[in-house]
């Protein structure tokens, strides 16, 4: 699944640090999904999402 946090991210002038800490998570967490090692949970998706104020689909993109 690729995302475009790290976009979002600089957008909004945050460190990963900065980040994880706004939704919950550990900064390990926020640059596993960055780098596409790791899928978020519904929970953390949503997280993002509300915190960027865009839809999920914004910052997710699904592939078969």
């Not at 945050?14 to 980040?19: A, R, V």
């Not at 640059?31 to 997280?47: Q, R, V």
Request: aromatic share 10%; charged share 35%; glycine share 4%.
């Amino acid at each position: 699944m690729e995302n475009k946090i790290k976009v979002f991210r600089a957008m909004n002038d945050l460190t990963q640090d900065e980040l994880a800490k706004k939704i919950g998570v550990t900064r390990q967490t926020i640059s596993a999904i960055e780098k596409g090692k790791y899928d978020p949970s519904l929970i953390i998706a949503f997280k993002l999402s509300k915190l960027f104020n865009v839809k999920i689909e914004e910052i997710f993109l699904y592939e078969e």
